[in-house]
């Protein structure tokens, strides 16, 4: 097979020509606030106002056209210079427009000077490698020195107007090389913000020479993300599109994305749609916004302005109403309410107030007969009052196969390598069990694409587990059949089964188990593989349980998300009687524990699975409750770092069932977070 060689770059040494500064174009291109956010006074009843954001945020020093390119290793954008190379601008946006550069590839790459795209393509569902078509040579426009960073057209040897579809992005100051050649190099972008980290990326990939195995020349410097030649190991771009600074609409592709926190939704709601902030007044009173302009490759520039709502409160209103519990003798419960209208809290028992009971959520510990009885709780503000329904508690004298306990974690979202390996935490207790727990694990992709229909699902996975603070793994599983687990395992737990020879992983520790202690599992892709996939952890104890039989007492995850990406957690309680959990997102935190990139806001919701999905819970910013510090303090949790941080928190008490936790970025940021459940003694 033969395939046209178009580029005929040469690593020559000369004198750098003499170039004015301003054509190196080295400004900043990153978000800035161009004017700060002016502080708004709003009523409620008015309805929502807005605020154009474009006026606020800009993008500096970029007056040309944006085209973003979207790689396996990433997207970056680059700024159209057609004031300088108008027919190359020209020449480069037909083949964008008509989708020529989708499933293309980096084919040539040079470290220290440039990596080559543009000239061939490997076309979805096609197994062969082939040159796109090429349209008229265009007319050579040198003009802009080939600097760091900017965008030229490669060409043929034999003149200066051979340049069709191959383009190429420099490395390296190659002035003195390519701005003396053949006419010079025509320069007709550069890359914009910190969007060279992407080429760099690639450009530090290994290099093979594919000359042989794919007969052209071309290949000679082909970089790769394995040395197996395959669709999977080439650097494709995804596509070129021409996208807007600013979004006109929800979900629209452009140079910035938009999102706000508010340090008060009850007073004031803040949403963004496209490019515009929408305020909707709530009750009476003062909140901080925090609104932020995020480029593709993490630069964010941020503003912050004070809405007032001068409204009184309306009266109360219970949107959350407590739940009757039945817990074991000795049991931690816990009664949750919300109310509208930033009221005060008080809880009556029998009608008899309960001393320091002034907080929306009520804790008992130790829950016995004399705590028995019916309660509620009155939210008041200048408005009004109003009451809650009235529910009991109740206590049994449960036995230990009767108490409610947690015996199943599960965990969709997605999985890769280095830092989007996923992890997932169990800690088998209580201290004083001597024995061990016998645990289920999988790492479940395949099957998801095969019973569920998941499209992008982790085609490999592997699984390894830990103990707690180890890097000598206990065991690890890849393919699940050359494992100890089986179908009819998997069916005595409520667990889905998997197809006799799937790449799906699992792992049984039957004999003898787990003893008391932490352990970590982690699910990859094998090789450099990436995609949806689930990780699972059963109890598999079965019913013969005593005072002193082991079981989970927490389960976490962490994962890495990505912009708008969310971490869906589910878990199951089984007994006769509720069991308390604590439930935590945590992103603020973890910075103060040394990790870098975490989630800067985390939002937690919590839903009961076997009530249709219904949404029974939701917290954005735990506050600080000093019951949830008491109560994490007991079952082990570390400590939150201050009341002020944006972790998200959950304290309730739930009966047998099964449950998902979804944890989200709060305007859709992503980072490193965890999500844990806790068992409440």
Not at 467 to 487: E, F, K, R, Y
Not at 596 to 621: S, W
């Amino acid at each position: 097979m033969s395939f046209l060689r178009r580029s005929a770059l040469v690593v020559v040494t000369s004198l750098f020509a003499l170039v004015p500064a301003r054509a190196l174009r080295a400004q900043n291109t990153t978000p800035v606030v161009s004017q700060p956010l002016p502080a708004q006074t709003i009523a409620a009843g008015a309805g929502v106002s807005t605020i154009d954001l474009r006026n606020y945020f800009a993008l500096p020093n970029v007056p040309g056209q944006i085209a973003q390119i979207d790689t396996v290793r990433g997207k970056f954008n680059v700024e159209l210079l057609a004031a300088d190379a108008p027919k190359t601008v020209a020449n480069f946006l037909n083949y964008v427009n008509k989708g020529a550069y989708t499933r293309t590839f980096f084919h040539r790459s040079v470290p220290g000077f440039v990596i080559q795209a543009g000239g061939f393509a490997l076309p979805e569902g096609s197994s062969s490698i082939g040159p796109i078509a090429a349209d008229a040579p265009v007319v050579n426009e040198f003009k802009v020195p080939n600097t760091r960073g900017t965008l030229a057209m490669a060409k043929l040897g034999s003149g200066p107007n051979t340049a069709t579809n191959q383009w190429f992005v420099n490395l390296a100051d190659n002035r003195g090389n390519l701005d003396n050649q053949n006419g010079g190099f025509t320069v007709f972008a550069r890359v914009i913000g910190t969007g060279m980290t992407v080429p760099d990326n690639i450009a530090a990939l290994p290099i093979f020479n594919a000359s042989q195995a794919l007969s052209d020349g071309a290949f000679n410097e082909l970089p790769l993300i394995s040395s197996a030649l395959s669709a999977d190991s080439l650097i494709l771009v995804r596509s070129i599109k021409v996208i807007p600074i600013y979004p006109a609409a929800p979900g629209d592709t452009a140079v910035l994305a938009f999102s706000v926190a508010s340090s008060e939704p009850a007073i004031v709601g803040a949403t963004i749609s496209g490019s515009l902030l929408v305020l909707n007044p709530g009750s009476g009173g003062r909140a901080t916004l925090t609104v932020r302009a995020t480029d593709v490759n993490g630069n964010a520039a941020e503003s912050v302005l004070v809405v007032t709502n001068g409204a009184a409160p309306p009266k109360p209103t219970f949107i959350t109403q407590p739940v009757a519990q039945t817990v074991a003798v000795g049991s931690t419960v816990v009664f949750n309410s919300v109310a509208l209208g930033a009221p005060a809290f008080l809880w009556r028992r029998n009608g008899t107030i309960v001393a320091g009971a002034t907080a929306s959520t009520l804790v008992i510990s130790g829950a016995s007969a004399a705590q028995e009885g019916t309660y509620t709780v009155t939210a008041t503000n200048a408005s009004g009052a109003a009451i809650s329904d009235s529910v009991t508690l109740k206590t049994n004298t449960a036995t230990a196969t009767q108490v409610g306990r947690l015996v199943n974690l599960s965990i969709l979202t997605s999985a890769g390598t280095g830092t989007k390996i996923l992890t997932v935490g169990a800690s088998v207790g209580p201290l004083s069990s001597t024995e061990a727990l016998p645990l289920v694990m999988r790492g479940v992709g395949p099957a998801l694409r095969e019973f569920f229909g998941i499209s992008g699902a982790l085609d490999d996975p592997t699984m390894t587990i830990f103990p707690l603070g180890s890097s000598s793994a206990l065991a690890a599983n890849d393919n699940w059949g050359s494992g100890q687990a089986t179908n009819s395992l998997f069916r005595s737990l409520g667990a889905f089964e998997l197809s006799p020879g799937s790449l799906d992983s699992a792992f049984a520790s039957l004999s003898p188990g787990l003893r008391v202690g932490g352990y970590t599992v982690q699910v990859a892709g094998k090789g450099s593989s990436s995609g949806t996939v689930i990780a699972e952890i059963y109890d598999a104890a079965g019913s013969a349980r005593t005072a002193t039989t082991p079981r989970l007492v927490n389960l976490s995850t962490r994962a890495q998300l990505d912009t708008a990406g969310e971490l869906i957690v589910g878990f199951v309680l089984r007994g006769l009687s509720a069991r308390t959990v604590l439930v935590r997102a945590v992103g603020p935190s973890l910075g103060a524990l040394g990790v870098d990139g975490v989630m800067p806001d985390p939002k937690l919701e919590l839903f009961d699975n076997d009530n249709g999905g219904k949404k029974i819970g939701e917290n954005d910013n735990w506050g600080g409750d000093e019951q949830v510090v008491n109560v994490a303090r007991s079952v082990g949790a570390f400590a939150l770092a201050g009341n002020g941080t944006k972790d998200a928190v959950l304290l309730m008490t739930l009966p047998a069932g099964a449950y998902s936790a979804r944890l989200s970025g709060v305007g859709g940021a992503g980072g490193t977070a965890i999500v844990e459940v806790y068992e409440v003694p």
